[in-house]
């Protein structure tokens, strides 16, 4: 019998629908009932393609004896990361303030007031490893509620008004200037890691925002240090097991320091992000691997992310079918030496191992390898090299495939927008740039609806029913204004003025601060808050920095002196925790710049446009257009008149304008192309 996830559309929910633990979505009616029966609530929290939370649900939610103690004694919610990412983090919060370490699955158990009181991670089904068995758990939460309800009250009190006590200070007055940028800047050079790429030690996660600071960083200051971290970051990801070496893309991360056996989930962000990442090292660089990197890793988001709707997909899972038929981590995706014989004859077979590091002892389990590019230097045959790679995929594309959590997730949506609308333009892809705005427009369609207020997700061209927060809106707008930006279309800047505007009358606090939820929201336990950038931007910098395009687009002082005001985070943490605040110091990059505006009077993708495209200036925005109506849909294109009845660009910052120009070379100079 389908328990009440069977109505959702979430696909982490949806593999739940039919464990015999009676699962209720998050809802107020969840928690009603575990008043009126007068037990807890058990919170579990995962997502579609977390490797250990199917470990834990086929371990104990799909046991009879566990589920019929649960579905007695308690109250089972079952929550979606990725859909509920406010619900996520207030709990989560709790759980590492209290255990000091968190991660999914997420195991809550609460009063029905939604108070924590006992919390957890993935628990196995036997006791081991000095932790007890889940059910183990369940009976000591029981056993507490029933004879210690007073002690229970007592903890959840207690951690909840800690919560409350932790709210966030802005960073004190002022934005970040060339002093935290300094301190920033050192902090990240003492964790580089000099031998590998990358920063800290294992695992290790694509830093894919401190290269993109970084970049600017190089662009605005001529920092050679800050580029030669980016760039060697870049070509040892490039080269490692966590760049899929056949079919592109990027798994989310290597659990050692050398990049080498990865975390073989595939998640739309990470990909996004270094999408555009590669592509603004190639546009700084000329790099020939930055390039078929950008372009290889755009190819595999559009061939095994993209939905029938023209939206993104979530992620690919880490787990598949392997030969034996068991459901193993990276089984799509490892050779051993014989598999790749089987497939490429003993001659090739011997080249393929030796060119991707293929050994008999294997990088992986069972001998198994994850392939990688060695760090050696020596020439090889591209042709034979692009004979071995399309016939390995082709033999690859055979075998059992990972699942594809098909949920469309508007703030990562909004990321890989900005990715293929750049890398579409600058490498001449028109059909790039189409994928972009198809997915626009399904945010637009589905996600805005009427109202003007994002939806979280959607799938099969139908929105979910969790309200978006302020990442949606953050990165959803700084996707619609890279578009409007290659596209020359106005209305995409219209659309971010619409997202930018809820930003400023829902999510804005006191002091410049900003919220993950809006004013009017669920209320949950804490009104959740945080600026970190970890695996993708923090609602707050997203938002800082399309706040600030925004305002460079239009000239309007009230979206500017919100973006000013929320860099007062990357003030405070820039110096303390750089690596957690790489778009936060990108942004901060592009307000110490200016950032440029430029208005180019002519053609949509001609040379001028394209050279203001290519320009490096951190955060620059672009607007581009002809003839009487431009200024309509760029303010930044009004009164901008043809010289000599040629194109012309125009190059404006902080109120101060150069002469017009009409010559692509001289605009590359003053754009630090």
């Given amino acids: 019998m389908a328990n009440r996830l069977a109505q959702t559309t979430s696909p982490y929910l949806l593999q739940h629908a039919d464990n015999p633990v009676d699962w209720w979505p998050w809802s107020p009616e969840a928690f009603e009932e575990a008043r009126k029966r007068d037990v807890p609530v058990l919170l579990s929290v995962g997502y579609a393609s977390c490797h250990w939370c199917h470990v ?15 579905n007695e004694r308690f109250v089972a919610v079952k929550v979606d990361r990725e859909e509920r990412p406010d619900v996520d983090a207030v709990y989560m919060e709790a759980v590492q303030a209290a255990t000091g370490h968190g991660g999914w699955p997420m195991t809550v158990f609460l009063t029905p007031d939604a108070e924590p009181f006992y919390f957890g991670t993935y628990f196995p089904p036997e006791p081991r490893h000095g932790s007890p068995s889940f059910q183990q758990v369940l009976e000591g939460v029981s056993a507490a509620w029933t004879d210690r309800r007073e002690e229970v009250a007592e903890v959840a009190g207690r951690i909840v008004a800690d919560l409350a006590g932790r709210s966030l200070a802005h ?46 960083h190089y662009a605005r200051t001529g920092s050679e ?105 990276g089984a799509f995706y490892v050779w051993t030496p014989a598999q790749l014989r089987e497939v490429l004859g003993e001659e090739d077979g011997a080249f393929a191992a030796a060119y991707f590091g293929v050994t008999e002892e294997g990088t992986f389990e069972e001998g198994a390898s994850v392939l990688q590019l060695s760090g050696e230097a020596r020439p090889v045959d591209a042709g034979r090299v692009a004979d071995v790679r399309a016939r390995l995929l082709a033999a690859r594309e055979e075998r059992p495939r990972p699942g594809r959590d098909d949920k469309v997730v508007a703030a990562w949506n909004g990321l890989a927008i900005a990715a293929l609308a750049e890398t579409g333009t600058y ?21 805005l609806g009427e109202v003007a207020r994002l939806t979280r997700t ?4 139908r929105a979910g029913t969790n309200a978006g927060v302020l990442e949606d809106y953050g990165d959803v707008a700084e996707g619609f204004l890279a578009l409007a930006a290659v596209t020359g279309e106005g209305a995409w800047l219209e659309f971010a003025g619409f997202l930018l505007d809820v930003v400023l009358e829902q999510f804005t606090g006191e002091g410049g601060q900003l919220y993950d939820t809006a004013h009017e929201a669920e209320k949950l336990i804490r009104r ?24 460079a687009y239009t000239g309007s002082e ?68 002809e003839g009487p109506g431009a200024g309509a849909e760029f303010p930044l294109l009004v009164d901008r008149p043809l010289v000599g009845g040629e194109p ?26």
């Fill in 558 to 625: 009230a979206h500017r002196t919100a973006a000013e005001g929320a860099l007062g985070v990357v003030k405070a943490l820039a110096p303390r925790a750089p690596r957690f605040i790489g778009w936060g110091l990108a942004v901060a990059e592009a307000l110490l710049d200016g950032p440029r505006e430029v208005a180019v009077a002519g053609p949509v993708g001609g040379e001028l446009h394209r050279t203001a495209l290519l320009g490096r200036a951190p955060g620059a925005v672009v607007a581009a257009g």
């Fill in 528 to 551: 959740p808050q945080d600026p970190t950038d970890s695996a993708t931007p923090a609602g707050w910098t997203a938002a800082a920095g399309a706040l600030l395009s925004y305002a």
């Fill in 458 to 461: 959607s799938k099969d061209g």
């Fill in 427 to 447: 490498f001449d892809r028109p059909d790039l740039v189409e994928r972009a705005t198809e997915a626009a427009d399904l945010l637009v369609r589905v996600h």
């Fill in 171 to 216: 960073g004190g007055d002022g934005v970040p200037g060339e002093a935290e940028i300094a301190q920033a800047l050192l902090g990240l050079t003492r964790e580089y890691d000099e031998q590998h790429g990358g920063f800290g030690g294992a695992p290790k996660f694509p830093p894919a925002m401190v290269v993109e600071f970084l970049l600017r």
């Fill in 225 to 329: 240090g800050a580029l030669q971290m980016a760039a060697d970051t870049c070509s040892a990801m490039a080269r490692g097991g966590i760049y899929d070496q056949l079919g592109g893309g990027f798994a989310r991360y290597s659990v050692d320091r050398e990049w080498v056996v990865p975390h073989f989930e595939k998640m739309l962000y990470d990909n996004a992000l270094l999408c555009r990442v590669y592509a603004h090292l190639w546009r700084t660089t000329g790099s020939t691997e930055a390039r078929r990197i950008a372009l290889e890793t755009a190819d595999f988001m559009v061939r095994e992310l993209r939905t029938a709707e023209g939206g993104f997909a979530s992620a690919l899972d880490a787990d598949s079918v392997d030969r034996q038929g068991k459901h193993v981590e």
């Fill in 648 to 673: 012309t660009a125009y190059v404006c910052r902080h109120f101060v304008c150069d002469a017009p120009t009409t010559d692509a070379g001289e605009l590359a100079g003053k754009l630090g192309g």
């Fill in 56 to 70: 834990m649900a086929h371990e104990s939610f799909e046991d009879e004896s566990v589920a019929a103690y649960l």
